[in-house]
């Protein structure tokens, strides 16, 4: 079972895709900023860093001839769904501000995943 097939490979025809990564930069900075700022949403959004982290160490450490084809993409699969169940969870509180933190951190999870993937698939195809 080999879940890197999830991932389209048409993206990889898109100029400067392989830049993606560098989106990230601000989103992070802003999601460390809200977790040392807002004290109620500190919890959450300290595990999705830490989640988005182990992720990344998980996938440099999995570099190589048998690019883990279970593990790997399910946690890039983990930190897209993270921030999407916090921010179903945020949609009934009348706090407006912790629904657009999510929604920003669905878009980091987002790309951050989806940059990993191509990362992975243009090296496999080297």
């Known amino acids: 079972m080999n879940l890197w097939h ?3 490979k048409q993206l990889l025809a898109i100029e400067q ?3 993606m990564p560098y989106l990230l930069i601000p989103a992070y900075g802003y999601l460390v900023f809200v977790a040392v700022a807002k004290v109620n949403l500190r919890r959450p959004l300290i595990v999705f860093l830490l989640l988005s982290g182990l992720t990344s ?3 440099v ?3 190589g001839p048998n690019m883990g084809k279970i593990v790997p993409p399910l946690m890039l699969i983990v930190v897209v769904l993270f921030p999407v169940y916090r921010f179903t969870r945020s949609l009934p509180q009348p706090d407006v501000s912790a629904k657009w933190l999510w929604f920003i951190a669905i878009i980091a999870g987002l790309v951050h995943s989806l ?3 191509l990362w ?3 090296m496999a195809n080297s």
């Open 6 to 8: 999830l991932f389209p």
């Open 17 to 19: 895709i392989l830049l």
């Open 57 to 59: 160490a998980l996938m």
């Open 61 to 63: 450490f999995s570099f």
């Open 115 to 117: 940059s990993w993937a």
């Open 120 to 122: 992975f698939v243009a």
